[in-house]
């Protein structure tokens, strides 16, 4: 059952990228014969370097026959801290840290704070500070250098996959060939029928950082489906950003 409240959740997980300076990213002259350990290195060589971003996202959800759509004004300093805003108005402020996740509701006057469970719930795998911005910055989930992979080629693009699937799920990385970024990262949970695919669809040149332009993420358990569409209209990479954050006496605490 789509509810407001797993909305507002929803929202919590929609954090991307965009800049003044911005061109598409297309393919260029693939290369297909890097081994898998060279392929994680150019792939490394990708990570995008900032300090602070603000954005406006246009996000589309589809949750089952139910669609919604909102503009969120996100701003990040990297590695620590994400404040988000629902627009035009900011009824629904965020904030989500390393240690914990909040946010308030000016319209029923409820808040939440805690950590993030109930995200990892939603998308069906355990998720933390680091993996949400892996997620929307194009980065693997869990760390390249922490497996030893395999590699193989399909419809010209990359496969990665660990020579040891983990016995809890198992995990598949597509990367483009002429610029090593990730074309889709998907995570299976056979046994609990449970399956979690982000794609890039386009990635984009922001002042020589290479970072995604379109993003789908689809979740799925059992019977159920859950899209996620993300558009990212104009941002600012490095400018002075405040990030201010209570939550308002009064509020009633929400239990998930």
Not at 96 to 122: C, W
Not at 151 to 168: C, G, I, M, W
């Amino acid at each position: 059952m789509y509810t407001y409240r797993r909305s507002i959740t929803i929202l919590l997980l929609l954090l991307v990228f965009n800049c003044k300076s911005t061109r598409t990213v297309r393919s260029g002259e693939a290369n297909l014969k890097l081994s898998a350990k060279q392929l994680i290195k150019e792939n490394l060589r990708q990570t995008p370097h900032f300090k602070t971003l603000a954005v406006r996202v246009k996000v589309d959800v589809k949750d089952g026959d139910k669609e919604k759509g909102y503009t969120v004004n996100m701003r990040i300093e990297k590695d620590k801290k994400i404040l988000l805003m629902s627009s035009p108005i900011s009824v629904v402020k965020a904030l989500i840290t390393p240690d914990k996740v909040s946010f308030y509701n000016k319209l029923d006057n409820t808040y939440f704070e805690g950590d993030y469970s109930y995200l990892s719930k939603l998308l069906g795998t355990e998720l933390d500070f680091e993996k949400v911005q892996n997620l929307l910055l194009g980065e693997a989930l869990f760390h390249l250098k922490d497996e030893t992979y395999k590699v193989s080629v399909d419809d010209n693009t990359y496969v990665l996959e660990p020579k040891q699937q983990r016995a809890v799920f198992e995990l598949f990385l597509l990367l483009e060939p002429s610029y090593f970024k990730i074309k889709s990262q998907q995570i299976y949970q056979p046994e609990k029928f449970r399956h979690l695919q982000i794609d890039y669809l386009a990635y984009q040149k922001i002042e020589k950082q290479t970072l995604p332009q379109h993003i789908k993420v689809i979740a799925i358990e059992a019977n159920e489906e859950l899209i996620i569409n993300l558009e990212y209209k104009g941002a600012a990479l490095d400018v002075d950003l405040r990030f201010p954050f209570k939550i308002p006496s009064g509020y009633k605490e929400i239990a998930f």
